[in-house]
């Protein structure tokens, strides 16, 4: 009886101290959203994108944190590129020809 008595006890502090976990970790995530958007996810105001004389835009896709631009250039050839949506900036080419 005595052995089931602190069993019960031991199992109470255990619920009792994850309980005061779970608050503190609820409490701290909390105060992470102060309702100001953190600087890298704050955006960009204006990003400019050069383009080939006479491309035009055919397609954008959105992906994530990337943006995907589908040009169809002057030649009959096709061009991708690849742009952070966080920064604005343009962070790749592909040139699509074909054989």
Known sequence: ??????LV?????LIFVGVVVL???IVEKAGE?????????????EARI????GATVEE???DGDRILVRLKLVDGTARLIVVSAA????TGTINLKQP
Do not use: S
């Not at 009886?1 to 602190?6: D, E, S, T, V």
């Not at 920064?87 to 343009?90: A, D």
């Open 1 to 6: 009886m005595r052995a089931l008595k602190a």
């Open 50 to 53: 050069a383009l080939p004389i």
């Open 60 to 62: 954008t896709h959105l």
């Open 33 to 45: 959203f102060d309702g100001e958007p953190p600087a890298e996810a704050a955006g960009f105001e």
């Open 23 to 25: 608050i503190v970790g």
């Open 9 to 13: 006890i031991g199992m109470a502090v």
């Open 87 to 90: 920064t604005g900036k343009q």
